[in-house]
């Protein structure tokens, strides 16, 4: 996996227009059915709002576990976790949006409507003919200075690169500028810089057409990632 297919998930996730949501009924069997996001960010969780009287309401009072499924042309993302109900009264609020009011006609106060939050634990993508297999806290252990999913990284083996933690920033290419950089301020990674992307990753993440990013930034994406 590298740090684009990442981007391009999330990319994905905040344009997707309807999610397809999996839980398990009482009979411990999956049920899947389409469901609206709200406000969709990135991979690492989602917000739902459902009925108190609704199926996948009576199912995840008894199981939380679940899955949420993204899809747009040939591109797929599955994420699999756990969903917290929220019933209190300042998340329904932030929630609310117009036209809840065809399936909650008492506003945001109605008693019949609630939000549901999924926290991912572990994702499988297809992507541009590309797949990935992870947990969150592997995506999330910090692998290079600049963003770079080194753990992944196709050069890691047919280069013998330790990558730049490993190395005191210096990968099989040689040392390195952006990692140079970081080390030398004291930053783990750059996502900890405030002037993160500074012109010298720019270089590297935005400015170079053959080997930079696509799409362009991906490796700042993991770097803000990694400081959430």
């Not at 996730?13 to 309807?18: G, H, N, S």
Request: charged share 20%.
């Amino acid at each position: 996996m590298n740090t684009n297919i990442f981007a391009k998930a999330n990319q994905i996730i905040r344009t997707c227009a309807t999610a397809y949501i999996g839980v398990i009924d009482s009979d411990g069997f999956p049920m899947v059915s389409t469901i609206l996001p709200i406000k969709p960010n990135n991979m690492f969780d989602a917000y739902f709002a459902t009925g108190t009287r609704s199926h996948k309401y009576n199912c995840l009072q008894k199981n939380g576990r679940a899955s949420v499924c993204y899809h747009s042309g040939g591109n797929n993302i599955t994420l699999v976790g756990e969903i917290e109900i929220l019933t209190d009264q300042s998340t329904k609020s932030l929630f609310w949006q117009e036209g809840f009011n065809d399936f909650y006609p008492l506003g945001e106060t109605d008693p019949l409507y609630c939000i549901l939050k999924f926290t991912t634990k572990s994702a499988v993508l297809w992507i541009d003919n590309e797949s990935a297999e992870f947990t969150i806290d592997e995506l999330l252990t910090v692998q290079s200075r600049c963003g770079l999913l080194c753990k992944w990284c196709t050069y890691k083996e047919s280069n013998g690169c330790g990558g730049c933690v490993e190395t005191n920033g210096h990968p099989f290419h040689g040392e390195c500028p952006v990692a140079k950089c970081c080390q030398g301020k004291g930053y783990a990674h750059c996502g900890e810089c405030p002037d993160m992307p500074c012109a010298l990753l720019r270089q590297y993440s935005f400015d170079d057409p053959e080997h930079g990013d696509n799409p362009p930034g991906s490796r700042t994406e993991v770097c803000k990632a990694w400081v959430m």
